[in-house]
């Protein structure tokens, strides 16, 4: 429930800062083995890890943070050696592993294989996996960061090396998954398939959840979207009102449907790039050419971005845009269609765009031209992922006819006893994303 004092609505700053007090105190008590925090796309989680490092650290208690990648991994370091420019980190990593320019840039970090050869700094940072491979210390607190997007089983095996902790992360995005029949598991409190917080609150259901309220990435025109289609419970809201963004278009096009949909995207936000309705293989080449070029015509439309970060308005250039996909081959056939034109924009699947940020992005609907729906395409966080990466505006390129695939095929996925219910149903999120872009389709495309 949003906060409000004396019948008006806090400041998004004021009623996020409460939450992040509210985390804060939980941790300085001591009273709880672990704390968590819910975090919708945006709504500053890393910053929080930061600070919360940060605070833990100066209070002469040394710890480990825990995250799921090495991207991940470098840009907590770089990110907390920028906070506090006098704090000894190491980074946990493989013995092959090459500091990026961001990591070998701070003199307080330090990288090794073995945690003996880090010298002992305040804060030790390392994937899941690498953590796994340690088998003697311990520390007093931990900080898990992606904590949904963690196994349990990959919890488990790290659980040793800690006596308290935070657990950060988006329970709205893709769940964690596995190249293995799980099935055997189905139903334990302790399935390796659900995610570190599902099985953690399972076991200790007294722990304190906290939801940050406010995210700082989706404008205005988007949070209540996103927010009702995947995060029907809990909520959120936008940082910044609809005033404070704009994206503009400064050179025309030749007045095709490409141009109508960025012009569309521009002024609300949203834009429905719609294909006619058909049967395709999974790497669509029409729906390939359309990602590519609405990206490369918003790059020649010289699109600029005024912000609150930037009220003079900034370039929106070929790093500031994203195309996501839901399979490596659609991406691939993107890729190959940009050309030199649209060299340095981003395409990618929505697992590896997972935690990123662009000021455009541009998605293939995972549902677009196929004869049925799967478990695969349905799942919501998936297309959470895809729809929430933009500080500006999203285009979503799809082929007519997905309300009518929903419909032919219902959600059948069997029920398990003692299984808890995953909401938002995916299907449902699907239908709610596709009713609300029906209305985000130029007149003449």
Known sequence: MRAVQAGLELPPAVEAERVITAVLADLRSGEHR?????????AGKSTLVVRAAVELAEGGEPLIVVAQTNEQVDDLID?????????RIGRLSAADYQPSARISGHATVRVAAKVADLGGPAVVIGTAAKWATVTEGCWPWAIVDEAYQMRSDALLRVA????????????????PFSTVDTARWTGLTWDPMQS??????????????????????????????????????????????????????????????????LDLAASTGWGLYALPERHTLRTDVEAASACA???????????????????????????????????????????ARLGPAGE????????????REYDVTIVLHPLSGRRDATAFHLESGRLC???????????????????????????????????PVKFPDGWEANHSMITYLTGKRPARS
């Open 293 to 335: 070029a609405l990206a490369v015509r918003l790059l020649e439309r010289g699109a600029v971005a005024v912000s609150e970060q930037d009220a003079g308005g900034a370039s929106v250039t070929a790093d500031r845009i994203a195309i996501g996909t839901a399979h490596r081959d659609q991406a691939a056939a993107v890729r």
């Open 79 to 87: 990110r907390l050696a920028r906070k506090a420019p006098e704090l």
């Open 385 to 419: 992922v895809l729809t929430s990466r933009h500080r500006h505006a999203c285009v979503v390129v799809a082929r007519d006819g997905i309300a009518d695939l929903l419909d032919a095929h219902p959600s059948t996925e069997p029920v398990h006893l003692d299984v």
């Open 344 to 355: 340095g924009v981003t395409v990618d699947t929505a697992n590896r765009l997972q935690g």
């Open 196 to 261: 570190a917080v599902a099985v953690l609150l399972r076991h200790n259901p007294e722990l304190p959840v906290h939801r940050l309220p406010v995210s700082w990435r989706l404008p205005a025109s988007a949070a209540p979207v996103v927010a009702e289609a995947f995060y029907p419970f809990t909520g959120f809201r936008a940082g910044t009102g609809a005033a404070d963004r704009a994206l503009t278009l400064t050179a025309d096009g030749p007045g095709d449907a490409v141009d109508a949909t």
């Open 160 to 175: 040793g090396r800690f006596e308290r902790a935070l657990f950060v992360g988006d329970p709205g995005q893709l769940d």
């Open 34 to 42: 672990g704390v968590v925090v819910d975090s919708p796309p945006g």
